[in-house]
C-alpha cells in the first residue's frame, strides 16, 4: 500500500498530536500554502467544542498564505484521519516544499454549518504553536500564532489533556528506547 502527503495547519503540527491517531504519519517538512489563510470558527453540531474553542480551518484567499507540515501518511489510514476531521471535508491543495517542490497534499477544510464563534481555546493555540516550534516554522509565522486571540478559558479541555498525555508517553518510549519519534 502506498503513502499520501497530507498538509495540516492545526492541532496535526504537533508530531505526538497526529501519532495518536495516525501511527504511520512521518514528517517530510514545512510546506506554505499560497493563497489560503488561516482561519477560525465552530463547527456547528450537538454538544461542546471539543477543543473548547474554535479550531482552525483555511479558506482560499488572494495574496494570503498558511504555513503547515506535511506529513506522509500510509493509506490504509486515510478513514483515521478521516474521523479525526470528521466536522471537516477533505480538500487537495498544491504546497510549496522548503526544498522548492510543490506537491499536491490532502487537507482538510471545515463544513460551512457554523456558529461563527471564531475565538479558539488558549490550549487549542498553544498545540499549534508548539508543533509550529517543533517543526521549526519560520519566525514570523509563530509570532502570528501567539498573537491568535483567545477565548481565555482557563480549563484544559479533555483533547488537551488526552495530547498532553501522549506527548509524555511518545516522550517516555523513546528515551527508554534511545530513539526519537
Request: proline share 7%.
Amino acid at each position: 500500500m502506498g503513502v499520501f502527503q497530507y498538509f495540516s495547519y492545526g492541532s496535526n503540527l504537533l508530531r505526538e498530536r497526529i501519532l495518536i491517531s495516525n501511527p504511520t504519519a512521518k514528517f517530510r517538512c514545512v510546506g506554505r500554502l499560497n493563497n489560503y489563510a488561516l482561519q477560525f470558527d465552530t463547527p456547528r453540531f450537538p454538544g461542546k467544542p471539543r477543543w473548547h474553542g474554535a479550531p482552525a480551518t483555511i479558506e482560499e484567499k488572494d495574496g494570503s498564505y498558511v504555513m503547515g507540515c506535511v506529513w506522509e501518511i500510509n493509506e490504509a489510514h486515510t478513514s483515521n484521519l478521516d474521523a479525526q476531521e470528521a466536522l471537516y471535508h477533505p480538500i487537495f491543495v498544491d504546497v510549496d516544499l522548503e526544498t522548492g517542490e510543490n506537491v499536491k497534499c490532502r487537507s482538510y477544510q471545515m463544513n460551512n454549518d457554523r456558529t461563527g464563534d471564531t475565538l479558539p481555546s488558549p490550549f487549542y493555540i498553544k498545540v499549534m504553536i508548539d508543533g509550529a516550534k517543533q517543526n521549526n516554522m519560520p519566525a514570523e509565522y509563530i509570532n502570528f500564532l501567539e498573537n491568535v486571540p483567545t477565548n481565555g478559558i482557563k480549563e484544559p479541555p479533555p483533547v488537551y489533556l488526552t495530547v498532553m498525555d501522549m506527548i509524555e508517553k511518545f516522550r517516555k518510549s523513546a528515551k527508554e528506547n534511545g530513539t526519537t519519534f
